[in-house]
């Protein structure tokens, strides 16, 4: 049974150790395809460094924020890896595969400030979380801006999912607690969130 805030269903631990090590593995392989880098939005360079698998990958550039079906190198996103399409269909109960999962990584000083998901085309479509490594500090407004907001660390194996209403709550990472787990070699926070694009 989920915890539930605001909507957001939060499956704690929902990966093991041994399940996070696997991931952290296929991520790897997906990274040395599709390497990290770190979008500029208008508000200048974000501190969080991204890749994507999938048929989709999320870009932003001085001309706004958008989905691209090659990696900005040029080539085709790599697949999104087996294990994660399995946990989407466990937990979301969908036939359909999600077209994107956006790979998230946060060194210790990097942070993502509130907004919403609305890059998509149906916002019916849940989104899946799964976070690996350092502990984050979730943070969870409402639909409209400002207002109060709760906050909740995610934690290494910990999977969230945003179904329903809760689906275009604003909602940010304020800082990660670096030294907090021991999965990543380098240390730093991954998020995965998998979404339908179209
Ligand atoms: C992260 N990522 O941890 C954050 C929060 C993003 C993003 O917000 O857009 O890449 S992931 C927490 C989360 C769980 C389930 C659904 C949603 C966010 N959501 O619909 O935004 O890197
Ligand atoms: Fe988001």
């Known amino acids: 049974m989920p915890l539930n805030i605001r909507g957001v269903e939060i499956y704690p631990q929902q990966l093991d150790r041994p399940a996070q090590e696997a991931l952290v593995e296929e991520l790897r392989a997906v990274q040395a395809v599709a390497p ?77 400030g509130l907004h919403q998901d609305r890059d998509e085309a149906d916002f019916s479509w849940p989104v899946m979380s799964v976070s690996l490594g350092d502990d984050g ?35 940010g990472i304020d800082r990660i607690r670096p030294g907090s787990s021991t999965l990543l070699a380098k240390g730093g926070r991954i998020n995965l969130t998998c979404r339908v694009v179209d």
């Open 36 to 112: 990290l880098f770190s979008p500029r939005t208008r508000g200048g360079q974000m501190s969080v460094r991204m890749t994507s698998a999938g048929k989709y990958g999320w870009y932003s550039d001085g001309r706004g924020y958008r989905y691209e079906s090659t990696h900005p190198g040029g080539g085709d996103w790599p697949a999104i890896p087996a294990s994660v399409l399995a946990l989407w269909h466990e937990l979301t109960g969908l036939d359909r595969a999600p077209d994107c999962c956006l790979v998230n990584y946060y060194g210790d000083t990097a942070r993502m």
């Open 137 to 171: 500090l979730f943070r969870i407004g409402n639909e409209t801006r400002g207002g109060k907001t709760e906050s909740i660390w995610l934690a290494s194996g910990d999977v969230a999912l945003l179904t329903g209403p809760s689906r275009l709550v604003h909602h």
